[in-house]
């Protein structure tokens, strides 16, 4: 028999999770050294075992384990959804515009609302972590960087530091749009329903961020699939795969790789802005205070883009 958990509960695990994987990302000395990712993967396996054990696998996946719960907000913005047409047929797909489900989504609670902006500040700060600005700020020179083990305590603090800005950004945002469309709702259902908008946000930054990643370390994972236990196997042919890094380097490469981060993240900026606006209609059916309520809102969403494109343009180490 499992135990359900509290309602307060929320998803606060899934948030402490969701830091403690950023900041093995993102601050620890050596988070791809094999033994050391070995030991955290197997860990964390062992953790989400025996959470399931105690709270049963749908809690869990619902409030603890941080990729179902992000992936879980990812797909309100899927392309397709399904229609309840007649139990016995269990419905059937249909195309849909990205966000349409949100049309009956419930405002989320404060855990929900820290696990996206975390999801958004996390990897705005993997792009800061790394320019010749953030380190300036602490004497450190670009050029010689000493390493991550030199920078544990200026990482921790900036990851948590960045949150922080972040999160008191998107609340004064709400409250004075709250206030110019003279709003009776309060600031947790305001916030929890117009917190939607930043899905489309983070997962932008995350497919721009990480997209030179994948096609380098995309390679390389092609490659081990063949030989997933280095026993010499070639399962699929691709063992001995030559691994063109120049995809992602050279001045050919970058313009075209700047490009389409920046059109990513333009789009995703977007789409959020759209989606705040249909949001804003459910919170105020009034089209002059919807309107007046997203001024705040959409000028930080802009302000984000344009820092969006500084961090793909400003020099960085590495």
């Known amino acids: 028999q499992t135990w359900r958990p509290p309602p307060w509960l929320g998803c606060w695990p899934a948030?402490?999770?969701?830091?403690?994987?950023?900041?093995?990302?993102?601050?620890?000395?050596?988070?791809?050294?094999p033994a050391r990712l070995a030991w955290a993967a197997g860990f964390y396996w062992l953790l989400s075992f025996a959470a399931m054990l105690v709270f049963g696998y749908r809690d869990w996946s619902r409030r603890g384990?941080?990729?179902?719960?992000?992936?879980?907000?990812?797909a309100r913005f899927a392309l397709l959804e399904r229609n309840e047409v007649e139990r016995s047929e269990g419905g059937r797909?249909?195309?849909?515009?990205?966000?349409?489900?949100?049309?009956?989504?419930?405002?989320?609670?404060?855990?929900?609302?820290?696990?996206?902006?975390?999801?958004?500040?996390?990897?705005?700060f993997d792009g800061l972590s790394k320019t010749f600005f953030w380190l300036g700020l602490f004497?450190?020179?670009?050029?010689?960087?000493?390493?991550?083990?030199?920078?544990?305590?200026?990482?921790?603090?900036?990851?948590?530091?960045?949150?922080?800005?972040?999160?008191?950004?998107?609340?004064?945002?709400?409250?004075?749009?709250?206030?110019?469309a003279g709003s009776q709702h309060s600031l947790s259902q305001a916030a929890g329903l117009?917190?939607?908008?930043?899905?489309?946000?983070?997962?932008?930054?995350?497919?721009?961020?990480?997209?030179?990643?994948?096609l380098v370390d995309g390679q390389y994972a092609i490659a081990a699939l063949s030989d997933p236990f280095a026993l010499g196997w070639n399962l699929l042919g691709t063992a001995?795969?030559?691994?063109?890094?120049?995809?992602?380097?050279?001045?050919?490469?970058?313009?075209?790789?700047?490009n389409l981060q920046?059109?990513?993240?333009?789009?995703?900026?977007?789409?959020?802005?759209?989606?705040?606006?249909?949001?804003?209609?459910r919170l105020h059916p009034v089209p002059a205070r919807a309107a007046l309520s997203q001024f705040p809102l959409t000028v930080l969403m802009i302000a984000y883009?344009?820092?969006g494109l500084w961090l793909l343009a400003t020099p960085s180490v590495g």
Do not use: K
Request: glycine letters at 10%.
């Open 194 to 214: 117009l917190v939607w908008s930043i899905v489309p946000i983070a997962l932008a930054y995350h497919v721009a961020h990480y997209l030179t990643a994948l």
């Open 93 to 124: 797909l249909s195309l849909c515009w990205p966000g349409a489900t949100l049309s009956d989504a419930a405002p989320l609670s404060l855990s929900g609302i820290a696990f996206l902006l975390l999801a958004l500040s996390s990897v705005s």
């Open 305 to 307: 883009t344009v820092f």
């Open 139 to 180: 004497g450190l020179n670009p050029l010689e960087f000493p390493g991550r083990t030199a920078v544990i305590g200026i990482g921790t603090f900036g990851l948590v530091l960045t949150f922080v800005l972040l999160a008191a950004a998107f609340i004064l945002a709400i409250v004075l749009g709250q206030r110019l």
């Open 65 to 74: 384990e941080f990729l179902a719960v992000f992936f879980a907000m990812i």
């Open 262 to 281: 920046a059109g990513v993240i333009i789009a995703g900026h977007m789409l959020a802005v759209l989606v705040a606006h249909g949001l804003a209609w």
């Open 15 to 33: 948030v402490v999770l969701f830091f403690a994987f950023a900041w093995f990302e993102l601050i620890d000395p050596a988070p791809d050294d």
């Open 240 to 258: 001995g795969m030559q691994i063109e890094a120049g995809v992602a380097a050279g001045a050919g490469s970058a313009w075209w790789l700047w």
